[in-house]
């Protein structure tokens, strides 16, 4: 059976990706999908050959026929976006209500679906990876993110593999949701900081919304031992296991400078990180 596990922190520099790298190393039969789409670097370790780039169409943009116009001012006014002047629609300002269309008295609008960004199916040393890019400036990154979970589902099932990776999106918000649904396991890293413990508080209120059974990873356990203390505390008194505690180590920058995960790149936090892959992966099978 198809198991899924989203890897999610409260903001991006966490070592989110690190450790879902090095899940990539570690685990066996397995497709990757990198969901942090505003920020999507697991393409920078992982050093993906592209196989299939497709289009990602998203928000609806208006646009105006210039032949029809009869320049009478009336989608300027009903505008609140502010998108139209001297009759064109400024596509990054156009937010895809369709007023315009609605009032135009000589139907010279119309709602054009917009390129918004590009998904990928890769090929990898560690196996296949879906990825995206959403263009500066879109903001539909939920449904990319949907997206992107639906190629590796896909992908997975066309190769017979049986476990997804999912690097997910940080923080709470829309994004992060379409990451985390219907995921088997979301394992949340954490630094032992305030914002940490308050943004891991947040992300455990998502995942228990949703039900989705969760495990914490708290790196650089020992820039701050009281806060990991608490953070442990916390995770007893919510029933979350602690899948294992990764010291602050400069071989992390090391082996991303070299493109490697910090299981290829070796030393000894990366035994540590193959003992958190340990805990994740029997707590999933
Ligand atoms: S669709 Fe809405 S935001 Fe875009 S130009 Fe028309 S009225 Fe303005
Ligand atoms: S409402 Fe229609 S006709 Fe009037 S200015 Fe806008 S596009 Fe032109």
């Not at 476990?163 to 997910?168: A, E, T, Y």
């Not at 540590?272 to 805990?279: A, L, M, R």
Request: aromatic residues 6%; glycine residues 8%.
């Amino acid at each position: 059976m198809m198991k899924q596990i989203t890897v999610l922190s409260g903001k991006g520099g966490t070592g989110k990706t690190s450790l879902v790298s090095a899940f990539a190393s570690l685990a066996k039969n397995k497709v990757l999908a990198d969901c942090d789409v505003d920020a999507a670097d697991l393409h920078l370790i992982l050093k993906p050959e592209i196989i299939e780039e497709n289009d990602f169409r998203a928000l609806k943009t208006a646009s105006i026929d210039g032949e029809k116009c009869t320049r009478c001012g009336e989608c300027v006014k009903y505008c609140v976006f502010d998108a139209i002047s001297d009759y064109l629609v400024n596509p990054l300002a156009c937010e895809g209500c369709a007023v315009c269309e609605l009032v135009c008295p000589v139907d010279a609008v119309s709602m054009n679906e917009k390129n918004a960004g590009k998904t990928f199916i890769s090929n990898t040393r560690c196996g296949p990876l879906v990825h995206a890019i959403l263009y500066a400036g879109e903001e539909a990154s939920g449904k990319l993110v949907a997206l992107v979970r639906k190629k590796a589902k896909d992908v997975a099932q066309d190769k017979g593999l049986d476990l997804i990776i999912i690097d997910g999106s940080p923080g709470i918000g829309c994004p992060v949701i379409a990451s985390l649904s219907g995921a088997d396991l979301a394992l949340i890293v954490t630094e032992p900081t305030i914002s940490g413990l308050h943004d891991l508080e947040r992300i455990v209120g998502v995942t228990e919304f949703f039900k989705i059974k969760s495990m914490v990873c708290i790196n650089k356990y020992n820039i701050n031992r009281e806060k990991t203390i608490e953070i442990k505390k916390y995770c007893l008194r919510n029933n979350i296991p602690v899948a294992g505690e990764i010291p602050y180590s400069g071989d992390f920058t090391k082996a991303m400078v070299q493109a490697k995960s910090i299981v290829e790149y070796g030393g000894d936090v990366s035994q540590i990180v193959k003992g958190v892959w340990d805990e994740v992966n029997n707590s999933i099978r």
